[in-house]
């Protein structure tokens, strides 16, 4: 399955985001999708996940100030940001898979969107 992310852009600190998350021309309906952020010169972080069920997991860091949520017959995950911090600033990619946060049980990545807050 092939992955699109969108929604990210250059925004004020306290502001709010929502990516998107697509699959285009195809479905993914049958994995857990994840949503993970990469800071420059910082490792890949697991931000939040939905399952089949429709149940959520999020970081530590995230909980309290991102939602996400999915639409399978739209084929799209969305991840909604509340109150942005610079901290947040990073490529956020989103990813389909098996797994919770653990990034090698994702298999199926797409291209990330740029997330830059400026405090």
């Known amino acids: 399955v092939q992955l699109q992310a969108s929604g990210g852009g250059s925004v004020q600190a306290g502001d709010s985001l929502n990516l998107s998350c697509a699959a285009p021309?195809?479905?993914?309906?049958?994995?857990?999708i994840g949503w993970f952020r990469q800071a420059p010169g910082k490792e890949l972080e697991f931000v939040a996940s939905?399952?089949?069920?429709?149940?959520?997991l999020y970081s530590s860091t995230a909980a309290g100030r991102f939602t996400i949520s999915r639409d399978d017959n739209k084929a799209t995950v969305n991840l909604q940001i509340d109150s942005l911090k610079a901290d947040d600033t990073a490529v956020y990619h989103c990813?389909?898979?098996?797994?919770?946060?653990?990034?090698?049980?994702?298999?199926?990545w797409g291209p990330g969107t740029q997330v830059t807050v400026s405090s």
């Open positions: 939905v399952g089949i069920d429709l149940s959520t």
């Open positions: 990813a389909a898979g098996y797994g919770s946060s653990d990034s090698r049980q994702y298999h199926h």
């Open positions: 021309g195809g479905t993914f309906s049958s994995y857990v």
